[in-house]
């Protein structure tokens, strides 16, 4: 009986050890993969890979969902950094998601600004401020560039420009 229990005990820290030895080298846990991919994504909150925000794009990548090249806004640079991470091969950005336009602020032209809120309620990050009927401004330093503020402007007074070296 005791070569037995000396077997099963043997066997039973064998495959233990094993487990451990797997577990060192196999990618982590979906959500800490999830992580590490919103890390690397530029968090504009821009929805023009199809999710509504950074985090759900890169929970759907983690669970293989998702391709690695629908982010318009983090460029090449970003769909290799991705390819890296995942052990994948880049993939060209996706022409359908748009086109990269390198780090961009929206600039409201104060001349023909209405005051109508629109821009306002649309900004994801809550960058744009300003009083209804009064001018609005953008928050450079809090802008990401998303570009959800231009198609709600009635009056077409909002431009997309490179963000300052300094902002």
Do not use: F, W
Request: glycine share 10%; aromatic share 2%; hydrophobic share 40%.
């Amino acid at each position: 009986m005791l070569p037995a229990i000396l077997l099963i005990a043997g066997l039973s820290g064998g495959i233990g050890l094993l487990l451990l030895a797997a577990a060192a080298r196999l990618p982590t846990d979906r959500d800490g993969l999830a992580q590490r991919i919103d890390e690397l994504l530029p968090q504009t909150q821009c929805a023009q890979c199809g999710y509504p925000g950074c985090r759900p794009y890169a929970d759907a990548i983690a669970a293989g969902e998702a391709p690695i090249n629908r982010c318009a806004p983090g460029g090449e640079l970003l769909i290799r950094a991705l390819a890296e991470l995942l052990g994948r091969q880049p993939l060209p950005l996706d022409p359908a998601c748009g086109e990269y336009h390198g780090e961009r602020v929206a600039v409201i032209d104060e001349a023909r600004c209405i005051g109508c809120r629109r821009c306002i309620e649309a900004c994801p990050v809550d960058a744009i401020i300003g009083a209804h009927r009064h001018l609005h401004t953008v928050l450079q330093s809090l802008c990401t560039g998303c570009e959800l503020c231009l198609p709600p402007c009635p009056v077409d007074c909002i431009d997309m420009q490179a963000r300052p070296a300094d902002g």
